[in-house]
């Protein structure tokens, strides 16, 4: 055994924060902050016709570098990967619909001897510093929920082959989530960000890279007081710098989606509309590209542009740098195409 990594997958659960955690043996190896997908009846159903919000068919997949985990489990014995999510509450209990799953790959050494080593450095608390806290007033009430992350764990590891490999895994993740509630919730308003950075070296190579952004931005309004009809504006976007394992290769990926909609209850027949602006880019170390600009208004395509290296018209598009400015980094020194930081 040279190197553990694992993939997690989750289905978008309800609740203001929720935390995916990984276990070894009770220790935290390792978290994430599931991308917050919008399922096709999301709010108002005609939002999503003909383009759904992003990730709804087909979920993120979170990446961790579990290698300082090696040297603990060559030991002979049996070891148990526990997969959970966490909430903000003082119990950190969560709703019953969440799913998660794991896909745990391991690179083996070329030699059939053990492998041995230590872990230096282990600062992983069990759960996030979260904080909670709300104003309540006439017809209004302000609710904020923010949450942060730290992980740093390092070891040393010798394969049976003789190479020693020192692996640094870090993780800073940041959430906050604000919501107001105006007019005995008349007006609805979700102002939410999940941010962070995760990376592990080996011998000061990257071997994990994900750093991300997930905004979420929603204006809810009813039109009319026996809230038989209702109005919503969601804008969200997926930003995400990603290197998965040394043996995939790593992508940039910017997707942001602006949405309107109306949606009228009638004893006749529920009827809505919606109008939908999509632009996504896309960009790996291999030198692929894509971008596409989508436009929707009551269930019809109104506009659609596609370019780069894979896009079927063969165009090529400026303007998008890819992952390589995210692989020359000093520790934390990632940054966006662009140069944005994070």
Known sequence: ???????????YGQGPFRELRLLIDGKIAGAALPY?????????????????????????????????????????NSHQFTIDIVSAEDDHTILQNWYVSGLLQVITDSS?????????????????QTSTGGVFGLKKV???????????IEANILSGSGKATHVVWKQDLSYSNQQSYIQDAEYQVLRQSASGKNIATHNGVPSVVDVFSYPLYVDFAFGSEDQKNWTTRVDHSYDRVVLPNPLIVGSTTKSNQ???????LATGGNFGNGTS?????????VGNTYTRQVKAALNVITFDHEGGSMAHTGRTTEGFRGISEVI?????????????GM
Do not use: C, E
């Open 142 to 152: 302000n609710i904020q929920v923010n949450a942060t992350r730290k992980l740093h």
């Open 328 to 340: 020359n980094f000093v520790q934390w020194g990632a940054r966006l195409p662009g140069g944005k």
């Open 112 to 128: 059939s001897k053990p492998t041995t080593g230590n872990m230096t450095v282990y600062d992983a608390p069990l759960f996030s």
């Open 1 to 11: 055994m040279k190197k553990l990594l694992i993939h997690l997958d989750t289905t």
């Open 258 to 264: 602006i949405t309107d909609g109306f949606f009228q």
């Open 277 to 285: 602006n999509n632009t996504f880019a896309y960009a790996d170390l």
């Open 36 to 76: 917050p997908v919008i399922f096709t009846g999301g709010l108002i159903p005609s939002l999503w016709r003909p383009i759904t919000a992003y990730g709804a068919l087909d979920l993120p997949s979170y990446f961790l570098d579990v290698t300082p985990f090696v040297p603990l489990l060559t030991d002979g």
